[in-house]
């Protein structure tokens, strides 16, 4: 099961660090995904890590701002999120999934476990 904390309210240009931490085993053999939803717009693909090779990838609109990473923990992921802008505002979810290829990372629909949602909200 997996849950994803650490979302809260911040200024435009804040930083805010989420994490996802699995209470029924390691990541070790998971990619992880991180995917937000804001109101009336479909869940969109922000980042993921391949726990094994630490390979990574990014939504273009993020990629230079969040930087997903393993925590020391084998059951965390992290998402470090800096200069964040109002357009960031949405339900952050955690996914993982044991059997996914590069080209479906950024499919919601190719995760077969989600956490629940933690709300960033950013105002200007």
């Known amino acids: 099961q997996l849950q994803a904390s650490g979302g809260g309210p911040v200024q435009a240009g804040g930083s805010l660090r989420l994490s996802c931490t699995n209470s029924e085993g390691t990541f070790r053999r998971y990619v992880v995904g991180w995917f937000r939803q804001a109101p009336g717009k479909e869940r969109e693909f922000v980042a993921a890590i391949k726990w094994s090779s630490r390979a990574t990838a990014y939504a273009d609109s993020v990629k230079g701002r969040f930087t997903i990473s393993r925590g020391t923990a084998e059951n965390t992921v992290y998402l470090q999120m800096d200069s964040l802008k109002p357009e960031d505002t949405a339900a952050y979810y955690c996914?993982?999934?044991?059997?996914?290829?590069?080209?479906?990372?950024?499919?919601?629909?190719?995760?077969?476990?989600w956490g629940q949602g933690t709300q960033v909200t950013v105002s200007s």
């Open positions: 996914a993982a999934d044991s059997t996914l290829i590069l080209s479906s990372w950024r499919m919601t629909s190719a995760y077969d476990y």
